[in-house]
C-alpha cells in the first residue's frame, strides 16, 4: 500500500538549519510530484513546496524561498526539505504528501514537528 | 488570513445533514476545481473529495461536494460521530504553483 513517511525533524535555534526527510513506497515514485505541507500549532494547513516526478521543476511558497530547498532522489523513492535560516514562525508539523493530477493531493505522511526557539 | 473563506465551525445531531461552504473568486475556485481534505484532531489530513465532486476510493457516499461559481460545498448526511473533524477546501493556484488551503472549518457531532 501507498506510503509516505516523515523524519528529521526537532528542536532548532533561531538561524539554525534541519533537514526533513521523506520516505516512500508503494507506488511507482517518479508518477507523481510531491509536496511539503505544514502546520502551525492550532492553524491551519500552507503548502510549503513543489517538486515534479522528475526532479526538475521546483516550486516554494514565498514565505520559504531562498530559505528552504526541496530535492529528491529517485533511486531511493525519497524526498528532502532542507531547512536554513529558520524562524520562529516556521514552527509546525510538517507533511509530506503524494500528489496526483493538479492540486490533488492523495497520501498524506503521519507528520513531523519542527519547533524553531530559542 | 485565507482567500478561500470557510466558516470556522459547523455542527449537527448525529444521522443529520450538514454542509460546509468555501467562498472564494474568480481566480480560484472560479478556474480550477476544488479539492476537500478530512483532518481528524491529532491526525493527518485525509483526501476527501477532488474535482469538486468526486470521492476518493474508501470515502463513503455520505460525503458530496459540489461547485458553483465561486463557491464550493461539502455536503454530509447521515452525519455519524466519526464525522468529527476539521474540513479544509484547496483549489490549485496558478501564481503559486501549489494548492492554496481555506481556513478550515470544525464539524462537531452533538
Known amino acids: 500500500q501507498v506510503q509516505v513517511v516523515e523524519s528529521g525533524g526537532g528542536l532548532v535555534k533561531p538561524g539554525g538549519s534541519l533537514r526533513l526527510s521523506c520516505a516512500a513506497s508503494?507506488?511507482?515514485?517518479?508518477?507523481?510530484?510531491m509536496n511539503w505541507i505544514r502546520q502551525a500549532p492550532g492553524q491551519g494547513l500552507q503548502w510549503v513546496s513543489y517538486?515534479?516526478?522528475?526532479?526538475?521543476?521546483?516550486y516554494y511558497a514565498d514565505s520559504v524561498k531562498g530559505r528552504f530547498t526541496i530535492s529528491r532522489d529517485n533511486a531511493k523513492s525519497s524526498m528532502s526539505l532542507q531547512m536554513d535560516s529558520l524562524r520562529v514562525e516556521d514552527t509546525a508539523v510538517y507533511y509530506c504528501?503524494?500528489?496526483?493530477?493538479?492540486?490533488?493531493?492523495?497520501?498524506w505522511g503521519q507528520g513531523i514537528l519542527v519547533t524553531v526557539s530559542s | 488570513q485565507s482567500v478561500l473563506t470557510q466558516p470556522p465551525s459547523a455542527s449537527g445531531t448525529p444521522g443529520q445533514r450538514v454542509t460546509i461552504s468555501c467562498s472564494g473568486s474568480?481566480?480560484?475556485?472560479?478556474?480550477?476545481?476544488v479539492n476537500w481534505y478530512q483532518q481528524v484532531p491529532g491526525t493527518a489530513p485525509k483526501f476527501l473529495m477532488y474535482?469538486?465532486?468526486k470521492r476518493p476510493s474508501g470515502v463513503p457516499d455520505r460525503f458530496s461536494g459540489s461547485k458553483s461559481g465561486t463557491s464550493a460545498t461539502l455536503a454530509i448526511t447521515g452525519l455519524q460521530s466519526e464525522d468529527e473533524a476539521v474540513y479544509y477546501c484547496a483549489v490549485w493556484d496558478d501564481s503559486l504553483h501549489g494548492p492554496m488551503f481555506g481556513g478550515g472549518t470544525r464539524l462537531t457531532v452533538l
Open positions: 474568480s481566480s480560484n475556485i472560479g478556474s480550477n476545481t
Open positions: 504528501a503524494r500528489g496526483v493530477v493538479v492540486g490533488e493531493l492523495d497520501h
Open positions: 517538486i515534479s516526478g522528475s526532479g526538475i521543476t521546483k
Open positions: 474535482s469538486n465532486n
Open positions: 508503494g507506488f511507482r515514485y517518479t508518477d507523481y510530484y
